[in-house]
């Protein structure tokens, strides 16, 4: 397409919306169905008095193909490129139609924008919205047709790095374990939101749903490589929304999820472990049971899956959101045992020694034999000790740091007082490291 160029792009070839092309845009092609577009425009009306314009305010930006602009608008910005200025006239069906937009459109107004597609991004389907999992849909699918996890999809999936592709496969394997075949997180994350028959661009950024560190060597990419998935859903298992299960239902499937993670916890394979373990939590998380004769089983099944969501943060160095798994299962049993030393675990973690030593003496409270909790108190401790000695050492050293300097009399006078002050806090820091360092050095 060049400048001067004039096409007819409505549906039925009826001049019903027209684009002129004032200049041409770049070759990165166009945008897609559901893509975040941004742009420019001046709209008037034919008799060529202004109504709207974005320039003075900034771009404006729409979802692209969602009806969140007149129909016209969808059209045109579907078949331009970055950069690409063009003079649109629209028929009034393709605009406001009979009702108009008073009070600057009237009734059957047929409109002329001036518009520039400024640059367009992926729909941004990342759980906190940052970017980090961005979806363009090149084919539209079944609508509202989605996988639920757990259940079985059919995708072909084809991964690029730097326009160099790494992975062409058709695969099979149930929504949440994508890791089963070499695919990264964020593929699984996007699937959720893919229909049955859609074709999609995923771009995956950042370290939690691309490899990270973690790369096939056979991919051969960087740490943290950015990635483009195409991905088409061919089928899915068929199964049941979580809203729909019955009570007994609700129970067989949490315990069939957690037992996967089970498996996945013996191989050493932790975050699909902890993938199921999480799906077994927001199963059954907000859900009350309709039968009274099930809260026990519902209550059962979802501190074992807090608790086994817990214990893999742990091992992945992830000790907050330990904390609030274990948190959350003591809210309803403040005697669990296996909570309070879990959540002292990941206390210790986070070198938070005096809290951790709490949790471990409400463990002595109920359990006074519990060796473990009575050895981990002594470590604690321990490592108390360490860190007020470390403390102790660097408050002594700036305090010779500051003696060495010199000083005129009134600096003289002031410091004297300030070392009379620092020998108190050095005398209480060491009464309380000798009280610690009765402990062991390290636990039997």
């Known amino acids: ?6 096409i007819d792009i409505s549906p039925n070839k009826d001049g019903k919306v027209v684009k002129t092309i004032l200049k041409a845009g770049d070759d990165s092609g166009m945008p897609m169905t559901g893509d975040k577009v941004y742009c420019h425009y001046i709209g008037k009306l034919e008799s060529g008095e202004t109504f709207d314009s974005s320039v003075e305010r900034g771009p404006f930006s729409f979802t692209l193909n969602k009806k969140q602009v ?7 910005v579907s078949t331009m490129k970055k950069g690409e200025k063009i003079s649109l006239k629209i028929a009034p069906e393709f605009a406001y139609g009979e009702a108009g937009s008073p009070p600057n ?24 919205h940052d970017g980090t999992i961005l979806k363009s849909i090149i084919v539209s699918g079944e609508e509202y047709n989605c996988p639920v996890e757990n259940t079985n999809v059919t995708v ?3 991964g690029s790095h730097n326009n160099k592709v790494f992975y062409d496969r058709e695969v099979t394997f149930a929504l949440g374990e994508g890791a089963e075949q070499q695919l990264p ?3 699984d994350r996007a699937l959720r939101r893919v229909t049955k028959g859609e074709k999609c661009s995923i771009q995956l950024n950042g370290s939690r749903f691309t490899y990270g560190t973690d790369a096939p060597k056979e991919f051969d990419l960087p740490v943290n490589a950015p990635l483009t998935f195409t991905l088409f859903l061919k089928d899915f298992e068929k199964a049941k929304a979580s809203w729909e299960l019955t009570d007994e239902e609700k129970v067989q499937e949490a315990e069939r999820i957690r037992l996967r993670g089970n498996e996945f916890l013996k191989e050493g394979k932790l ?9 077994v939590v927001n199963l059954l998380e907000y859900s009350n049971p309709m039968d009274d004769k099930y809260k026990a089983d519902f209550d059962k099944q979802l501190i074992s899956g807090r608790l086994n969501s817990a214990l893999v943060h742990l091992k992945l160095n992830q000790n907050g959101e330990s904390a609030k798994q274990l948190e ?8 669990n045992v296996k909570a309070l030393y879990r959540l002292a675990q990941a206390y210790e973690g986070r070198k938070d020694f005096n809290e951790a030593i709490a949790e471990y003496k409400k463990i002595l409270e109920i359990e006074p034999e519990n060796k473990a909790a009575q050895q981990q108190i002594l470590v604690c401790k321990n490592a108390l000790a360490e860190l007020r000695a470390v403390e102790k050492k660097r408050y002594h050293k700036l305090f010779e740091k500051l003696q060495k300097e010199p000083e005129n009399d ?7 007082n300030s070392n009379e002050g620092a020998s108190t806090v050095a005398a209480a820091d060491a009464s309380d490291s000798n009280g610690a360092t009765s402990a062991p050095i390290s636990a039997a």
């Open 156 to 158: 072909h999936a084809v």
């Open 328 to 335: 959350k299962v003591l809210e309803k049993d403040p005697k």
């Open 105 to 128: 459109i009237p009734s059957n107004a047929t409109l002329i924008f001036e518009m520039e597609l400024l640059k367009w991004e992926g729909e941004d389907i990342s759980p906190d």
């Open 185 to 187: 997180e964020g593929v």
């Open 410 to 416: 009134s600096v003289k006078a002031t410091n004297g």
């Open 1 to 6: 397409m060049s400048a001067g160029e004039v």
């Open 271 to 279: 975050k699909l472990a902890l993938n199921k373990y999480l799906s």
């Open 70 to 76: 007149i129909r016209g608008w969808d059209l045109a």
